[in-house]
């Protein structure tokens, strides 16, 4: 079956120390999205990437970096630069273009420690 | 600044009550609104999609329906299964960016 495969589910951070998401899709999505969820907001848009080798900033990525080397592909690094890392971070993928909704993962919980 | 808020926050609601929730937007140009339902610790799955003001989805329980200002979802005699988060999130278009709510907590007690 396709889907979004996120692991790990739980992931405890150090502080000063970098860690590493990953989502990896097989529904042939190009367009490939990062989001952060806190209790009582909505989830805010980190990173997203439309194509291949190409990925843009969303409203918070200070702190984190991406890349997409590969279509099925996009993890997400929480460097020491972000603050305050304890969240839930959800993956999703969509058709490119505009009015399609997205099909998301099942999430990693980060917690620093 | 585009922007959607959800009402209310938390629901309550005995098993069979019937209830609205709402999702009011302020957008420029609005393309599609989402419906998403999330189980705690999951991710979000997907409900409906709704494009221009008058439309209505349905779906076992549920029905949403689209004004040119906010969105209701309906659910008729819900279950203790229904119970979850409702998120709804719109796209105004350019690169599919979807701007979520905080979404409703919705509770149905036997």
């Known amino acids: 079956d396709g889907g979004i495969t996120q692991s790990p589910k739980y992931l405890f951070r150090k502080e000063g120390q970098n860690v590493t998401l990953s989502c990896e899709q097989n529904l042939n999505h190009d367009a490939m999205y990062w989001y952060r969820q806190d209790p009582g907001q909505g989830l805010r848009l980190i990173y997203y990437s439309q194509i291949v080798n190409d990925f843009q900033k969303g409203d918070i990525a200070e702190g984190y970096s991406v890349s997409r080397e590969k279509k099925e592909s996009f993890p997400l690094t929480v460097t020491s630069a972000q603050k305050n890392p304890t969240a839930f971070y959800l993956c999703?993928?969509?058709?490119?273009?505009?009015?399609?909704?997205?099909?998301f993962g099942s999430g990693t919980r980060l917690t620093v420690v | 600044e585009d922007q959607v808020t959800q009402s209310p926050e938390a629901l309550r609601l005995q098993e069979g009550e019937s209830s609205s929730l709402n999702c009011s937007y302020t957008?420029?140009?609005?393309?599609?609104l989402f419906w998403y339902r999330q189980d705690p610790g999951k991710g979000p799955e997907f409900l409906f999609t709704l494009y221009s003001a008058g439309e209505e989805k349905e779906k076992e329980r549920l029905k949403a329906t689209l004004t040119k200002k906010e969105s209701f979802l309906h659910i008729t005699a819900p279950k203790p299964e229904d119970s979850a988060t409702y998120l709804c999130?719109?796209?105004?278009?350019?690169?599919?960016?979807?701007?979520f709510g905080a979404g409703t907590r919705l509770a149905v007690h036997p």
């Open positions: 957008v420029s140009g609005l393309r599609g």
């Open positions: 999130a719109v796209t105004t278009g350019g690169y599919n960016k979807l701007i």
């Open positions: 999703a993928s969509s058709i490119a273009g505009t009015n399609y909704g997205y099909t």
